[in-house]
């Protein structure tokens, strides 16, 4: 018998395009001796659309599995997780807590810190106090003000002066009603994918190297002249540093299935920073969550059997919980 696996995509954000490519990867990737997919696209509007589209309404197939695979607001916040908690279905990646959390780049430092893991000192302003004067005495230039709550770089602007300080401002308001201020870091970005449940790994490490002054949406989608290298070039002390930074940053958000923690490793002092996890990591040609795992040994497909295996372990595990009495 085929698993039948249901891969949603699409969505409301602003990272709807990029969810429809990986969302593609993964259907061509899914192997059909093992595999049915059904397609639910969701789009910009919010609405559902089975592909293809059913002859009969309610004429809804049995799902064995879902594959979320949308990115960003609607998708990776918890919200898709809670309907599906509620649906009773087994679905890959994180659950509704740590989805919750991670999008929240706020409180993901806060639990960070809980922890004692290292993160970039920052503030956190509301869209109806954007008090720039408050900003600038705690927060020296340069400095990135990014919405606290988006994904794939959407929104992000780096501040020098107080006149581009008060424009990023207004651009993170946008797309979002919490702002995260934080000092800038002179260095290297770098990433490190993190596979399982409760007893998580993780990947070789890679390095993004952008062409532009940091990597944004467009040089991480539109450019094509970002570098990216696979493992990056690391002391081994380092990298092992990372890649136990990676796992305790997965751990402390509560996450399953998979992560992408993303680091700024500081030139000047060598320390690393943990900038943010990303829960359902892109899985487009280009996306570095399935090529980092490849060059650790996990092709795409194989890693794909892992995720949907890590699903239903974690709903059979879950479905021993009484929740009457």
């Not at 602007?157 to 401002?169: G, I, P, Q, V």
């Not at 690393?272 to 359902?280: G, H, V």
């Not at 980092?292 to 092709?299: A, I, K, T």
Request: proline fraction near 6%.
């Amino acid at each position: 018998m085929k698993l039948r696996v249901a891969v949603l995509y699409g969505g409301r954000s602003g990272e709807h395009e990029v969810s429809v490519r990986s969302a593609r990867a993964v259907i061509d990737a899914l192997d059909p001796a093992k595999y049915e997919a059904i397609e639910y696209f969701i789009d910009q509007q919010g609405r559902w659309v089975p592909r293809p589209i059913l002859p009969e309404p309610g004429a809804q197939p049995e799902i064995d599995v879902v594959f979320p695979v949308l990115h960003g607001t609607f998708g990776e916040d918890g919200t898709v997780q809670g309907l599906l908690e509620l649906a009773d279905l087994p679905y890959v990646g994180a659950g509704v807590l740590a989805s919750a959390v991670s999008m929240d780049k706020e409180m993901t430092k806060r639990v960070c810190m809980e922890r004692m893991l290292p993160v970039v000192d920052y503030v956190a302003v509301s869209r109806e106090k954007m008090d720039a004067d408050e900003i600038c005495r705690r927060v020296s230039f340069p400095m990135f003000v990014k919405p606290a709550n988006l994904g794939s770089s959407v929104g992000i602007s780096k501040a020098h002066d107080r006149a581009e300080l008060e424009a990023a401002l207004a651009l993170a308001a946008q797309f979002d009603r919490k702002i995260i201020v934080e000092r800038a870091i002179t260095g290297r970005e770098l990433e490190c994918s993190v596979l399982g449940n409760e007893a998580p790994v993780a990947s070789l490490p890679c390095e993004i190297l952008p062409s532009r002054e940091f990597y944004d949406y467009d040089d991480k989608y539109l450019l094509d002249m970002a570098k990216t290298q696979v493992p990056a070039d690391l002391p081994a002390d380092v990298a092992d540093e990372l890649r136990r930074l990676a796992v305790e940053c997965y751990r402390a958000v509560e996450c399953e299935g998979m992560g992408r923690v993303d680091f700024l490793l500081e030139s000047a002092t060598g320390q690393l920073y943990i900038n943010e996890i990303n829960t359902i990591p892109g899985f487009t040609s280009i996306s570095m969550y399935p090529k980092m795992w490849e060059h650790s040994g996990v092709p795409f497909a194989a890693l794909l059997d892992q995720l949907i295996e890590l699903a239903l372990e974690r709903h059979k595990r879950k479905s021993v919980t009484r929740f009457t009495r």
